[in-house]
C-alpha cells in the first residue's frame, strides 16, 4: 500500500505546469460552487438557517483541492495509461457528498423533503460528519487510483502486420 502512494506522488512530480493551473482553477471553482450556495459565503442570493460548523470550512478547503488535483488528471492523459470511468464516479460522488456535508440541513429542499425540519435537524445535522468523512475518502481513493494508474506501465498498442493486412 505505501508504494502506491510513492507511486502516485511520484507521478505529481511529474506533472507539467499547465496541470497544475487547471488543478488551482479546479480547486477555486469546485470551492466557489460550493461555498456560495451553502452560504458559507455570504452572498445576498442565499440564505443560511443554521450556522456552519467549525469544521465546514477545512473540509471544504480539503475537499476542493482534492477536486481539483482530480480534475487535472484528466488533462493531457498520458499514453498507454487507459482512464477508468469508476475513479471519475468516485470523485464526482465526493464532490457531491462534499455539497451535502457543508450545507444547511434545513436549507437543503431534498432533505426538507424526505425528512422534515424536524428530522432534517434530527437525523440528517448528526450525520453531516460523516458525509464529511466519505467526501473525503472518495475524493482521495479517486485521485489515488489516477494517479497510480498514470505511473502504471501500459503496453503499446501493436501495429499490424502490413503484409498479412495486404494478403
Known amino acids: ?9 511520484g507521478s505529481l512530480r511529474r ?3 499547465r496541470r497544475w493551473w487547471v488543478a488551482l482553477a479546479a480547486a477555486v471553482g469546485t470551492y466557489l460552487v ?10 445576498p442570493f442565499f440564505a443560511r438557517e443554521v450556522a456552519p460548523t467549525a469544521w465546514s470550512w477545512p473540509l471544504l478547503a480539503v475537499s476542493a483541492i ?4 482530480v480534475s487535472a488528471t484528466y488533462v493531457a492523459y498520458p499514453d498507454g495509461a487507459t482512464p477508468s470511468r469508476s475513479e471519475g464516479r468516485l470523485g464526482l460522488a465526493g464532490w457531491m457528498i ?10 437543503n429542499k431534498i432533505v426538507l423533503l424526505a425528512l422534515g425540519a424536524s428530522g432534517a435537524l434530527q437525523f440528517f ?4 460528519p460523516y458525509l464529511a468523512g466519505a467526501s473525503i475518502v472518495l475524493l482521495g481513493w479517486a485521485l489515488h ?3 497510480t494508474r498514470e505511473s502504471s506501465c501500459g503496453l503499446a498498442a501493436a501495429e499490424p502486420d502490413r503484409e498479412s493486412v495486404s494478403a
Open 98 to 107: 462534499t455539497f451535502f456535508a457543508v450545507g444547511c440541513p434545513v436549507c
Open 66 to 69: 482534492l477536486a481539483g488535483l
Open 15 to 17: 506533472w507539467p505546469a
Open 125 to 128: 445535522e448528526p450525520v453531516q
Open 145 to 147: 487510483a489516477r494517479l
Open 34 to 43: 460550493i461555498a456560495i450556495p451553502t452560504d458559507l459565503i455570504d452572498t
Open 1 to 9: 500500500m505505501a508504494g502506491s502512494f510513492l507511486i502516485a506522488g
